[in-house]
């Protein structure tokens, strides 16, 4: 019976979990380490594959595959990472290719938001709804959309991409050189960033130039009224990108997850009232809004579940 293995690349650490039936049966991590070069990395990845392979014999398994959960936008076709701020070293390569190569095993590659938000379809906060859409709050704004129960992605490959949809005309500059993405309120960047225009304006704060969301979340529930304010802010653009994607997909149920979800209790008031304020053509209560249930596991599980999707059909084992 074959298991699965799940990658969840980050721009400082590789995790890897072996997966059988949506469950991680081992697990191991290291630190990325990119500026090694591609192929270090690759060999790397394949001896954690490799030892994943040996934790699956051992288990009367077969390894049926590798997926890899990657930031940046991709080429799936070519089964590269086009461009990524978070692991600029792997631009133009040839990943699953050379992965494939490496560990003797088939290799899907998937951006890391859209296996997120499969994780969470298939065994977290959204297990058993067919239509969902997934953010994760972290240093930006990732999302990934379900709908009809399959991932969206589109010809152009950047489906799910609700980080860069617009929330406030002419706002702020966004990572993407857009103006008023969502991505520049409500995630880690966007809201440090506000926070220094606010510093450079003179509002009065316990908080200080350097410091991060986490200062800005303790500052918020200490009641200093600018990171409250930040916060609410990122809930209200939340709700303006959610009212959309309800308008245009009738889905009702939205997870939050990542790091900056953390702060989520300080963004739900903004968002809901957002919502309340931009959906009127449905009962902007019927749409709900829930924590993600499955955490850093998220990403691994939508890892191993895509590979099995994607290369469940191929021999489980490819010659050499
Ligand atoms: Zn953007």
Redo the contacts with the bound molecule.
Sequence with gaps: MPAWVGIDLGGTNARLALVHQGQVVANLRFATEAGRGPDDLVHRLAAGVAELGRAAVARGLTLGGVGIASPGVLDRAQGLILTSPNLPAMAGYPLAQRLAAACDAPVALENDANLYALGEHRFGAGRGVDDLICFTLGTGVGGGLVLGGRLVVGPLGCGGEI??TLVEPGGRK???E?RG?L??YASATGLVGALEEALAAGRPTSLRPGDGVRAMDLAAQAGDPLAVELFHQAGLMLGRALANLVALTGLDLAIIGGGVAKGWGLMEPGCRAALADRLRIVKPGRVRIVAAALGQEAPLLGAAAFAQTTLGSQPARQPA
């Design positions: 980080g860069h966004c990572g993407c857009a993405c991505e520049a």
